[in-house]
């Protein structure tokens, strides 16, 4: 696991390379979006990007982590409606090749069981970017979450709806009470994953995410077990970190040529 801590701009910049990167000798890449706020100034960079170095995203496949359940296809906060909002439609990325699991439909399980085989049969995601919450989960993969977990059903946590109540006009009511989310497992299964993490709220997820035991009562820390997981931190959500001089040190003396 590398642990970067830089400035938040800097780091957008690190994340949004790597797809640069990626795209540029894999056009039909699969990049994993995650929504919330971590990941917002990596989606300003890659649409900047795409508009002035020709960035292009028309063979690419997009994944999304989760889904809220429930909420009307026309909804502003439904996780398919942000990221057409904050990077498919910046970029323009077909409609068709981004995909989230289905929040709407009759049977979630049949559901969610073909969200996984859908991601399989893309190839599986190349990059997945990631946010944490305050309470360790990646995606929606709440405290408890069986480490090995694939695409499912999850209740939110009273610590999630009231964090996400802020995008549902503060009122943590309108914040629906069930989502579906990729596994822990199916998260695994990415090649590189990259997760995001700013401001002291973060600290402590992000000090258990990289210090701490692998634990289903802090589901992030099973990244500790992928052999290419990057860890994207402000010195605000590093703060708890206890080897933090360790990993400036060891990112200072990377050779420049040397991506994530
Ligand atoms: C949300 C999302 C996660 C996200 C996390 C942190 O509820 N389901 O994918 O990483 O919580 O959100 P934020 O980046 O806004 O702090």
């Given at each position: ?37 971590s990941?917002?100034?990596v ?26 359940v ?42 969610c ?49 009231e ?21 822990l497992?199916?998260?695994?299964a990415a ?9 002291k ?12 035991p692998?634990?289903?009562m ?11 997981a ?7 959500a ?18 420049a040529?040397?991506?994530?």
């Amino acid at each position: 696991m590398e642990v970067v801590i830089a400035p938040a701009d800097e780091l957008a910049v690190l994340a949004a390379g790597t797809i640069d990167a990626l795209l540029r000798r894999k056009p039909d890449a699969v990049i994993g979006l995650a929504t919330g706020s971590s990941p917002l100034k990596v989606y300003d960079e890659l649409a900047r990007r795409h508009a002035e170095d020709g960035l292009s995203f028309a063979q690419a496949r997009g994944f999304m982590l989760d889904e809220y359940v429930g909420l009307p296809a026309e909804h502003p906060e439904r996780y398919r409606n942000v990221i057409e909002r904050e990077i498919a439609s910046r970029v323009e990325w077909a409609a068709d090749r981004v995909q989230g699991p289905d929040g709407l439909a009759e049977d979630l399980p049949a559901a969610c069981a073909a969200y996984d085989e859908a991601i399989a049969a893309a190839g599986g995601v190349d990059v997945q970017i990631l946010g944490i919450g305050t309470d360790g989960h990646i995606a929606f993969n709440e405290p408890g979450s069986s480490l090995a977990s694939r695409t499912r059903i999850k209740t939110l946590t009273a610590q999630t709806r009231e964090d996400n109540a802020r995008f549902f006009d503060g009122d943590i009511e309108q914040v629906p009470t069930h989502c579906l989310t990729q596994g822990l497992g199916t998260i695994m299964a990415a090649r590189h994953l990259v997760l995001l993490a700013t401001g002291k709220h973060k600290a402590e997820a992000v000090h258990q995410l990289v210090e701490g035991p692998i634990s289903a009562m802090w589901p992030g820390t099973i990244m500790q077990m992928h052999p290419h997981a990057t860890v994207l931190v402000d010195g605000a959500a590093a703060s708890r970190l206890q080897l933090a001089d360790y990993y400036r040190q060891t990112y200072a003396s990377k050779p420049a040529w040397q991506g994530l």
